[in-house]
RNA sequence: GCUGAAAUAGCUCAAUUGGUAGAGCAACUGAAUCGUAAUCAGUAGGUUACGGGUUCAAUUCCUGUUUUCAGCACCA
């Protein structure tokens, strides 16, 4: 979809074009007041106070209209410049038009408005010359937005839409709207039958069916070997902790309302955990380390529970039991660029696999005039944030500094990642904790006898595994790469009589080779089953019949292609076991 | 959590201003045995998300709850 943002001349018309509904609004719902109309990454919304009126997507269509009309009438847009004083009498009944006001400083900005016809509102600018330019429009959706992006303010009511300088744009557009819906991991997961959700589990509860399973295993495998050759170390620990546990970590005074209340047992009071750091620190303090046993790492594939505001709720993507590929990976303050670094570079490798190129690093730091706000130890901070921009540099990795957005208790790197639908999403997240370690009393003997604390890297790579999936299905529509694929090959005979043993002799033999393989051996057409093969989306579909049978070969059609190969059946399953064993796209 | 919208068969959707719920696909049974995206016929399938109310009568109107969706806010 065209970003409309970095497009000038889009930008512009988007920008007319909120006025025009503005306009359009203020003809039809004399009461209501105007906060401000922004340009967005694709349209424009412009956020309105409409008193008691209360708008629906039904109301869209008369808006519409009347934004037409006033279109067609061709007024003409024209700049007001004026003092600040001016614009508080012009707008003295607009307590928003006031607040913006009375906020810019009248010194180094010309404050100016825009007239068309009956309607004017203060705007920077620059327009179109006349409301005739806003033709190829359309409204998209209404919503509530809070003033001032502020949950404690009251809500105003937001209509988003979209212009272009053509129709033929537009339509392009809205298609693409509407194919995003088709990408939605939602619908891919119903369709290819990945998890399923229901009433009676909860909300933000997902559970993985057969398919998703089979996704989801591998996806551990996968990173499970990566991490192995690293010499991580897994374990397992509980899904729950004593409240002791987390207010010994700080969780308990600076995370709580995310975490499911507590429950009483016996004497005991446990809460469902919302990570696993907790668990891992212990399992570190279980042992004595010296300093040549550092770094070690400790890795879990942890199901954890959050709290998430029930309207955060989405999917795989945003639930409230999630599986971790979590790790905490315990060293030496002087070992924190070289472990870093290690991170970093799974990451670019795992990305690589993946076929991922467009995301970004984004190096969370700590703001330096605000050391009020972040743990107190001036020279770990100077260290360990000059180590990671080395290392990120010393990658070659482009990132992007967010001054203040460091953690009370470490600077973090975060990946975000671009989706083929929707806004950018962070998979990977790398956390280094200079608290944690201190808070658990965790110790290391260093060379000269003397009891040193480690610094702790929180890090995951995929993230979660149930983020991850919803990631890859939507980048994929579904068609997954065969080594992820929940079903491998699926063969189907020409005809059940005379051709199902021979399918049988294949199936076996790849079932041999360790392939995910299914045999259709129904009572039916084979167009039938070839079009349930297509919509199931099956990397590979074999079709057996006489001519294979004699020849001992095999055919196949590929996913997303109407071509037929026909290939040995050695040739076939070493074939089939390059592409799973290289992971290939 | 907030502002709205929605919930009908396993799935996708119908049901005129309130009058006892229909279709396609899937399932099941039977016939057809077929070379690359839907063979034909029949059968079964529903306390219309759940609870309360209004009414002679509620899928339809009101109300509470749950879940879903679109945004907002949130996102160690």
């Not at 024209?78 to 003295?92: G, H, P, V």
């Not at 490798?349 to 330096?368: E, H, Q």
């Not at 990397?539 to 049978?549: A, C, F, N, S, V």
Request: aromatic share 10%; net charge negative.
């Amino acid at each position: 979809m065209k970003n409309i943002k970095e497009d000038e001349k889009l930008n512009v018309l988007n920008h007319s074009c909120a006025h025009l509904l503005a306009h359009a609004v203020k003809h039809l719902y004399p009461q209501a007041k105007f906060w401000v109309g922004p340009v967005i990454e694709s349209g424009f919304y412009y956020d309105i106070d409409l008193g008691d009126v209360t708008l629906t997507e039904e109301d869209l269509p008369s808006i519409e209209k009347e934004m037409k009309k006033i279109s067609k009438s061709d007024k003409l847009i024209k700049r007001i410049e004026l003092s600040k004083q001016e614009a508080l009498d012009m707008f003295k009944d607009d307590e928003y038009k006031v607040d913006l006001i009375s906020r810019m400083d009248e010194n180094d900005t010309v404050i100016s408005a825009y007239k068309q016809d009956d309607f004017i509102d203060l705007c920077r600018g620059p327009h179109m010359n006349s409301t005739k330019a806003m033709k190829y429009f359309k409204l998209l959706k209404v919503s509530g937005a809070y003033w001032k992006g502020d949950a404690n303010n009251k809500m105003l009511q937001r209509i988003y839409g979209i212009c272009f300088e053509n129709e033929e744009d537009l339509n392009e557009c809205l298609r693409e709207i509407e194919e995003a819906k088709e990408r939605d991991h939602r619908k891919i997961g119903k369709d290819l039958s990945i998890f399923m959700s229901h009433d009676l589990v909860g909300k933000g509860m997902p559970m993985w069916l057969p398919n998703g399973a089979i996704v989801r295993k591998q996806l551990e495998n996968y990173i499970y070997e990566k991490e192995q050759k690293l010499n991580y170390l897994h374990v397992y620990t509980p899904c729950v902790g004593t409240v002791d546990l987390y207010k010994t970590s700080g969780h308990w005074d600076h995370y709580k309302e995310n975490m499911f209340p507590s429950m009483k047992v016996d004497t005991e009071e446990f809460v469902l955990r919302p990570m696993n750091c907790p668990h891992h620190m212990l399992i570190y303090g279980n042992e004595l380390h010296s300093y040549k046993d550092l770094p070690i790492r400790i890795g879990e594939f942890a199901a954890d529970f959050r709290y998430e505001a029930s309207g955060a709720v989405k999917g795989l993507e945003r639930v409230r039991c999630m599986c971790q590929n979590d790790a905490h990976l315990f060293v030496r303050p002087d070992q924190i660029g070289d472990e870093f670094k290690k991170v970093v570079e799974l990451i670019l490798d795992v990305y690589k696999d993946f076929g991922l190129n467009n995301y970004k690093f984004r190096l969370s730091l700590r703001d330096p005039e605000d050391k009020e706000k972040y743990f107190d130890d001036d020279e770990m901070w100077n260290n360990a944030e000059n180590k990671l921009r080395e290392v990120l540099n010393e990658l070659g990795v482009e990132y992007f500094e967010a001054i203040g957005e460091a953690a009370f208790y470490g600077p973090k790197l975060d990946v975000e990642v671009k989706p083929a639908i929707g806004p950018e999403v962070t998979l990977s997240t790398c956390q280094l904790d200079f608290l944690l370690p201190r808070r658990f009393e965790l110790t290391y003997v260093d060379s000269d006898g003397s009891k040193k604390t480690p610094v702790v890297i929180h890090r995951a790579i995929l993230g979660t595994f149930d983020r991850f999936t919803a990631f890859i299905l939507e980048e994929t529509k579904g068609a997954l790469p065969t080594w992820l694929s929940p079903v491998q090959v699926n063969i189907i005979p020409v005809n059940n009589e005379y051709h199902l043993e021979y399918c049988n002799e294949i199936f076996d033999l790849l079932k041999e080779n360790n392939v995910r393989v299914k045999l259709d051996d129904r009572e039916e057409k084979l167009n039938y089953k070839m079009r349930e093969s297509v919509i199931s989306k099956v990397p590979y579909t074999l079709i057996l019949g006489d001519k294979e049978r004699d020849a001992k070969t095999i055919s196949y059609r590929l996913r997303g292609s109407n071509e037929t190969f026909n290939l040995s059946i050695d040739e076939f399953i070493k074939k089939l076991s390059d592409e799973i064993k290289n992971k290939s796209l």
